[in-house]
Each structure stands twice: as C-alpha cells, then as structure tokens.
C-alpha cells in the first residue's frame, strides 16, 4: 500500500507556478529539458546523482528528493536507458527504478504537482514495424531485455493508477531513438559512434547493422516533452522522429561522411544487445498537439559532434567524398 492518504497537506499550484523539478538532470535529455526551462525563465530544482553539469543562477541542485521544495511541475526523466547497464543489473534497474518512481509520486501529490513521466518504446513489441501509442503487442518474459521493457510497461500502469486513485495530474511520453551530447559511459549507438571518432577506437556494432531506427535530435524530443507537459492529454504520446530512418551501418556512414573519420567497425553477434529490427513511432498524437520533429540526420549529426569537439562542422557536404 502506498500510504499517500498520510501525507502533508498539498499546495496549490500557483505558489511555485515558476519553480519546476527535473528528476535525471544531468542526463542527455534531462541537461536539455533543464536548459530549456531556464531559458524560458524557470527555477529550476534537479535531482540527480552527478553534480556540475548544468551551471545557471536559477539551477539547484539535489541529490535527493528530500530537500527539494514545492514546484509545481515534475519531469521524471531518471531511468537506466543504457542496454549494457540494465542487462548487467537486471533486478537492480527494476528495484531501484520502482523505489524512485513510488518516491516520485509521493511527492507530486504531495505538492499538487503535475508529474510527466517518461516511458520507452521499449514497451513495444519488438515485431511491430510502426509503433502507435494503442497497440503495443506481446513481449517475452523470458527475454534479457524484459527487465527494462516490462518496468516501463509496469511504471504507465502506476501513473495511470495514481492518477485514477490520488487524482495526480499526470503526463506520459514514449520516448523513440534520440541523441545528443551524453555521458561517456553510454553505450547506445550513438555516444558509442562518437567515442570510437573522438579516441580512434574500434566501434562494437551488435547483429549485423540491418537494423533499422528512427533518430530524433534531443531538441526535438525536449520540445516535445514540454509540449506534452502543458497539454490536456493523459494518455501516452509518442516521441520521436519517424522521417529520419536509418540502418546502424548508413548512421556509422553518415557520421563517417560528416566528421571525415573512417570508423573501424567490429560486428558482434549478441541476442540481448540487438534489439528489435525496426522501431518506428506513430506521432500522429503528438502532432495533434502542434509538436514535429525539424531537425534533420545530417543536421543533428553536426551538432553532436560540436558539441563533442568544438570543432564547426556545419559546412559539411553530404553529397561530397
């Protein structure tokens, strides 16, 4: 039992109208979701375990929950997106995401705090092609994977039950393929492709590189997410870029192309790793809100790689070399 009825009274919230909280600060899309609200003018509060990330007069910043104020809008980006990581701590990702997540919500009732969620399309069964947001099909139990997808899975049904039962105003997004600058310990394609350009190092490609993804610049997913926020819809939307598909092997050639470094590319055979041949979302729900991706593959590679080097790679030609 979760024992909210035992909590202090709430606010309302107009009292912390310009302060807001991002859970995962520091990650990829939570360094961004926190930028953008500070440019927007808000307070920003962020919980998260790596400190220095973001520096602003208006950032704060928590390692836990517990000395966080009254705000009145909760983005609850933390999670364990990293394959290498959750198939290593299977029961750990599931224990430690739940314990954060019952925390979480405990603290949006209490401060009558809108509380944005953000989901995978990993709750998506992997033999679905185009994914939309009422059909999400069977998933293995048994699978290595499980522990990430069915914890996403398990994670909606318990906002949507807070909701139902608390009254929490809450929000869902399905997050598809984004990148963007991200720690150097993330091991999904992307910052993998980059750490092999920056320190000439061999690029682990798991399966054949057949597999194909959609990929959304961490901008586009950003505004998508304060878009879904300050919406009016409760079910899950999806976010993500379903024009800029490609195969592991054309991205590899794309950032090859761009940066003007040959990548060493090594193809490992891994079940667990791989994933599901095609991920592609329906965001018809999200343009219905006034939210579409502009940034382009080409476009969004050179600001990755900007933001890595330093180094202006705008002018690039595509069709040159």
């Known amino acids: 039992m979760l024992y909210i009825i035992s909590l202090p009274c709430r606010i309302t919230a107009s009292e912390g109208g310009h302060v807001v909280l991002v859970i995962g600060s520091s990650g990829m899309i939570g360094r961004a979701v926190s930028k953008l609200l500070l440019d927007e003018g808000f307070v920003v509060h962020g919980v998260d375990k790596r400190e220095g990330v973001i520096s602003d007069a208006n950032y704060i910043h928590h390692r836990s929950l517990e000395s966080v104020p009254p705000t009145s809008r909760v983005y609850m980006l933390a999670g364990y997106p990293c394959p ?31 509380l944005l969620f953000t989901s995978s399309s990993e709750v998506y069964s992997d033999t679905m092609s185009l994914m939309t947001e009422d059909a999400i099909g069977d998933i293995d139990l048994e699978h290595p994977r499980a522990c990430y997808k069915e914890l996403k899975r398990f994670s909606e049904v318990v906002i949507h039950n807070a909701r139902r039962e608390y009254g929490i105003e809450t929000r869902i997004v399905r997050i598809f393929n ?92 891994d079940d667990a790793m791989i994933g599901p041949m095609v991920r592609i979302p329906d965001i018809r729900r999200a343009q219905s809100l006034g939210w579409q991706p502009s940034i382009s593959i080409e476009s969004g590679i050179r600001k990755v790689i900007n933001a890595y080097t330093c180094c202006d790679v705008s002018t690039v030609d595509r069709k040159k070399g």
């Open 84 to 114: 290498r990581y959750y198939l290593e701590n299977p029961f750990s990702t599931i224990e430690n995401s739940t314990a954060l997540l019952f925390e979480v919500i405990r603290y949006a009732y209490t401060n009558k705090a809108r």
């Open 178 to 269: 984004t990148y963007g600058k991200s720690h150097e310990d993330d091991t999904r394609i992307v910052p993998m492709i980059i750490n092999s350009i920056l320190h000439k190092k061999r690029l682990i490609i798991y399966g054949d590189g057949l597999q194909k993804r959609s990929f959304c610049h961490v901008d586009d997913t950003t505004r998508g997410i304060l878009t879904v926020m300050e919406s009016n819809i409760e079910e899950p939307v999806n976010i993500g870029n379903p024009y800029e598909v490609y195969s592991v092997k054309q991205l590899v050639s794309l950032f090859e192309l761009i940066s003007g470094v040959k990548i060493n590319v090594e193809y490992v055979n």
